[in-house]
C-alpha cells in the first residue's frame, strides 16, 4: 500500500472550517484548564489537524518536521541570544542601572515618565514580568520620595515593559510572529518602536490620572523594611555595569538591524559596494544578536568568566521552552499551509473584503486568543500561524504588509491582561493590589495600550500599504 492511498477524499469546506476551530478550541482549552504545556498542546493540535483536513499519517509527520525545521532555522539563534541578553542585563545589575541613569537624565520631577521610558527599553531584550521584578523596588523607592501614589509608578513602568514586550523584537513573541509571517525583522523592529511610542504616552496618561484615585502605600504594612537604592546612586561596587555597559549590548543589535534594513531600500542609500555588504553581514538579525552577546560579555568581564558562562546556560534555559513553543506554533502554520483550510478561510476572507482594514482581522484573532489563553507570547505565536497562509487573501503579502499584520497582531495580544495571565499576578502581588484595583491598574490600560497600537498601525496601513 503506498502513503497515498491512506490518504481520504478531500474534506469539504464546512469540516475544514470546523477542524479550525476545534484545533484552536482545543489549544484554547488544553492550556487553560488542563493545563497541558503549550508545546504539547501545538503538536496535537497540528497533528489532529493535518489529519482531519486531508493529509495521511506520512505526510502529516513530514509536514510538522518541515514547520519545527524552518521556524527554528528562522528564529532560533536570534531567540537564544536576545534571552542571554536580557539575563546578563538582569543578573549583573545593568537593568537597575540603566533605569536609575534614565531617572538622572530626564529628571526625578518627571519620575513617572522616566519609569514609562525604562520599562519600554528594558524589557525589548528582559521578558515584561521579569522587568518589573528587577525594577519594582526602583518604583516603589520613587513613589515613597515624591509622595505620590505606587499605583502611579506602577502602571507606568508596567504598561511600559507591556508595550516593548509586545511590540518590539527581540523578545519571542514579535520575533516568532515575524518568523511566520516572514516579515523583515529590521522593519519590525523600527515600525514597533515607532507604534510603541503612544502606546508609552497613552498609559503614562493614564497612570498619572489612575494614580490619582487609587492610593497605595509605597510602604505597606510588612514591607516597611524594604528599601531601594535611590535614583541618584552612584554604582559603587567593583565590577558592577556601567550605564554605557547598561545600554549597549540592547543599542548596538537594534542599530545594526536597523541600518540593514535602511540599506535594503529599493533606492539603494548604501549602494551596493562593501560598505553594503558589510552591513548586510553584521546587521543580519543573528549577526547583530551574537555580537550583542559578545559585548555583553566583555562589559561584564570584571564580575568573572564563570557568572557569565551561568547567565549563559539560564538564558539559553529559557529560550530553549520558547523556541520549542515558537517550533510547534511553526508546525501547526506549515500543516495549514499544506492542507485545503487556506482556501476555506482565504476565500471567506477575500469575500469580507475590508479594504485597509483587513489589518484588523489578525488583530481580532490575537485579541481573543489573548483573553482565553493569557499569555501575549502564546497568542502572538498561535495567531501568526492561522493567518501566515491567509496574507494574500487579507492583501497583506507583500511590501510592508507582513510587517504591519505581525505589529496587528502584536496590539491585539496586549487585549487584555487580567487574572489568567501570570503578569497581572506578578503587577499585583509585588505592589500589594487587590483584585478590583488590578483590574483598573492593570486590565484598563493593557486594553487601552492595544486600542492605541492598533489605531496607530492602521494609521500606518494608510500610508504604507
Not at 148 to 163: K, N
Amino acid at each position: 500500500m503506498t502513503a497515498s492511498s491512506l490518504s481520504a477524499s478531500p474534506p469539504n469546506g464546512l469540516f475544514l472550517l470546523a477542524v479550525l476551530l476545534g484545533g484552536v478550541g482545543f489549544i484554547v482549552f488544553s492550556t487553560t484548564r488542563l493545563k497541558l504545556h503549550p508545546f504539547l498542546a501545538l503538536i496535537v493540535a497540528a497533528y489532529a489537524m493535518g489529519l482531519c483536513g486531508g493529509l495521511n499519517s506520512i505526510q502529516t509527520a513530514a509536514v510538522l518536521t518541515e514547520g519545527v525545521g524552518q521556524t527554528v532555522g528562522h528564529i532560533g539563534v536570534v531567540i537564544a541570544c536576545g534571552s542571554i541578553i536580557g539575563v546578563v542585563l538582569e543578573k549583573s545589575g545593568g537593568a537597575m542601572v540603566l533605569a536609575g541613569t534614565l531617572v538622572k537624565w530626564i529628571g526625578e520631577a518627571r519620575s513617572v515618565l522616566a519609569m514609562s521610558i525604562t520599562g519600554a527599553l528594558v524589557s525589548i531584550p528582559v521578558f515584561c514580568d521579569s522587568g518589573f521584578v528587577i525594577l519594582s523596588p526602583l518604583a516603589r523607592s520613587l513613589a515613597r520620595k515624591t509622595g505620590q501614589s505606587l499605583a502611579t509608578f506602577a502602571v507606568a513602568l508596567s504598561m511600559g515593559l507591556y508595550a516593548t514586550h509586545c511590540l518590539v523584537p527581540p523578545t519571542p513573541g514579535p520575533l516568532a510572529a515575524a518568523g511566520q509571517l516572514r516579515a523583515d525583522i529590521g522593519s519590525v523592529m523600527m515600525l514597533g518602536m515607532l507604534v510603541s511610542v503612544p502606546v508609552v504616552a497613552v498609559t503614562y496618561v493614564y497612570a498619572q490620572f489612575i494614580g490619582r484615585r487609587i492610593v497605595i502605600d509605597p510602604v505597606p504594612p510588612g514591607l516597611a523594611s524594604v528599601d531601594a537604592p535611590e535614583p541618584t546612586e552612584e554604582p559603587a561596587p567593583i565590577g558592577r555595569v556601567g550605564p554605557v555597559g547598561a545600554f549597549s549590548p540592547i543599542l548596538l543589535p537594534i542599530i545594526l538591524i536597523a541600518l540593514e534594513s535602511i540599506a535594503a531600500l529599493p533606492v539603494q542609500p548604501l549602494g551596493t559596494g562593501l560598505l553594503r555588504t558589510g552591513i548586510g553581514f553584521l546587521g543580519n538579525a543573528e549577526t547583530a544578536l551574537v555580537l550583542g552577546v559578545f559585548l555583553a560579555a566583555w562589559i561584564v568581564r570584571r564580575q568573572g568568566a564563570s557568572a557569565f558562562g551561568n547567565w549563559c546556560s539560564e538564558g539559553l534555559r529559557d529560550a530553549g521552552t520558547i523556541v520549542l513553543i515558537v517550533a510547534a506554533g511553526g508546525a501547526l502554520g506549515m500543516v495549514l499551509r499544506r492542507t485545503a483550510m487556506t482556501e476555506v478561510v482565504g476565500e471567506g476572507l477575500a469575500a469580507l473584503d475590508l479594504g485597509h482594514f483587513n489589518i484588523l482581522l489578525p488583530f481580532i484573532v490575537a485579541a481573543g486568543l489573548k483573553i482565553s489563553i493569557g499569555s501575549s507570547t502564546m497568542s502572538m505565536i498561535t495567531t501568526a500561524s492561522l493567518v501566515s497562509h491567509l496574507l494574500p487573501a487579507l492583501g497583506l503579502s507583500t511590501g510592508f504588509g507582513p510587517v504591519l499584520a505581525t505589529l496587528a497582531i502584536a496590539c491585539g495580544a496586549m487585549i487584555v491582561s487580567h487574572v489568567n495571565d501570570a503578569f497581572f499576578w506578578v503587577i499585583s502581588q509585588m505592589t500589594g493590589m487587590s483584585i478590583p484595583q488590578g483590574y483598573r491598574l492593570i486590565s484598563a490600560p493593557s486594553i487601552i495600550a492595544g486600542l492605541t497600537g492598533i489605531a496607530a498601525v492602521v494609521v500606518l496601513s494608510l500610508f504604507l500599504l
